[in-house]
């Protein structure tokens, strides 16, 4: 009975979070229109209430299973959006930028969304194979990286429009000026690469010896995740090496992304080893 009722008020939570996480994507649609800071900072508000929210769901879901909410699709994609949340404040902070908090906010809309699609129930007994440290840190690892290359896509996509729009267009010139936007990109790709790196391969390559017996099996995530950190890799030393910037740089990003987006699902199409939950 317990356990229901924690489940209950998990569920309030993550429900009460989902609504202000979509009324700030709705005042940031507004803001695109007419350009008030006050429906910026209203959209902000919306999303540290939503912060708040989210972060009690985690948390009434970890203690009522009893282990961090880490090991099923829906535990994935929250903590997804709830670390993509995260990062929209620090990148808000640090740039000031009211028009790439809109971006990312629609992200983590439609994280949120595919997150009450997928299937909720709690589970207190794990397989053996999800009862590893290793885990968590794969997991939380991979997870934090991969929301900051959802910021770097967030800012890629406001490159394209910047570059594409008219230079007369009211929306365009509310844009930051590209070379900003490519400072944003590079930077939020520094800080998830090394992340994913430490956190989907070599964590991840631990956690499944010790679950499997091999460090790797070609599952179908294990290889999109080798193509994930390839593109980034490639990014990287196109940018150190090749003196890559802009256009470019903003397309290879933007593949690095999609190519997450992909790896994020692919056990639900593909089957394997992650297929848990």
């Given at each position: 009975?317990?356990?229901?009722?924690?489940?209950?008020?998990?569920?309030?939570?993550?429900?009460?979070?989902?609504?202000?996480?979509s009324?700030?994507?709705?005042?940031?649609v507004?803001?695109?229109g007419?350009?008030?800071?006050?429906?910026?900072?209203?959209?902000?508000?919306?999303?540290?209430?939503?912060l708040?929210?989210?972060?009690?769901?985690m948390?009434?879901?970890?203690?009522?299973?009893?282990?961090?909410?880490?090991?099923?699709?829906?535990?994935?994609?929250?903590?997804?959006?709830?670390?993509?949340?995260?990062?929209?404040?620090?990148?808000?902070?640090?740039?000031?930028?009211h028009?790439l908090?809109?971006?990312?906010?629609?992200?983590?809309?439609?994280?949120?969304?595919?997150?009450?699609?997928?299937?909720?129930?709690?589970?207190?007994?794990?397989?053996?194979?999800?009862?590893?440290?290793?885990?968590?840190?794969?997991?939380?690892?991979?997870?934090?990286?991969?929301?900051?290359?959802?910021?770097?896509?967030?800012?890629?996509?406001?490159?394209f429009?910047?570059?594409?729009?008219?230079?007369?267009?009211?929306?365009?010139?509310?844009?930051?000026?590209?070379?900003?936007?490519?400072?944003?990109?590079?930077?939020?790709?520094?800080?998830?690469?090394?992340?994913?790196t430490?956190?989907?391969?070599?964590?991840?390559?631990?956690?499944?010896?010790?679950?499997?017996g091999?460090?790797?099996?070609?599952?179908p995530?294990?290889?999109?995740?080798?193509?994930?950190?390839?593109?980034?890799?490639?990014?990287?030393h196109?940018?150190?090496?090749?003196?890559?910037?802009?256009?470019?740089?903003?397309?290879?990003?933007?593949?690095?992304?999609?190519?997450?987006?992909?790896?994020?699902?692919?056990?639900?199409?593909?089957?394997?080893?992650?297929?848990?939950?």
């Open positions: 009975m317990t356990g229901e009722l924690n489940q209950g008020l998990e569920l309030t939570f993550f429900w009460w979070a989902f609504v202000a996480f009324v700030s994507s709705l005042l940031y507004v803001y695109f007419v350009a008030k800071k006050a429906l910026a900072v209203g959209a902000s508000v919306g999303m540290g209430i939503g708040v929210l989210h972060t009690l769901a948390v009434t879901r970890a203690i009522e299973s009893h282990h961090l909410p880490l090991t099923n699709m829906f535990e994935y994609i929250s903590v997804f959006a709830w670390f993509a949340t995260c990062l929209y404040f620090v990148f808000m902070k640090i740039y000031k930028q028009i908090g809109a971006f990312i906010t629609y992200v983590v809309f439609m994280l949120m969304v595919a997150g009450s699609l997928l299937p909720k129930d709690v589970q207190t007994q794990l397989v053996p194979a999800l009862q590893s440290y290793w885990l968590q840190i794969h997991v939380s690892m991979a997870c934090f990286g991969e929301a900051a290359f959802l910021v770097a896509f967030a800012a890629n996509i406001m490159y429009l910047k570059k594409w729009l008219p230079a007369s267009s009211k929306f365009a010139a509310r844009l930051p000026e590209a070379a900003a936007l490519d400072r944003i990109t590079y930077k939020a790709i520094s800080v998830g690469y090394p992340l994913f430490v956190g989907a391969l070599f964590a991840g390559a631990i956690w499944a010896e010790q679950a499997w091999t460090f790797w099996s070609w599952d995530k294990e290889v999109g995740s080798i193509i994930v950190w390839f593109v980034y890799s490639a990014y990287l196109a940018r150190f090496v090749k003196g890559w910037t802009g256009t470019r740089a903003a397309l290879l990003s933007a593949a690095g992304f999609i190519c997450t987006l992909l790896t994020f699902f692919a056990n639900l199409v593909l089957g394997g080893l992650h297929a848990y939950g």
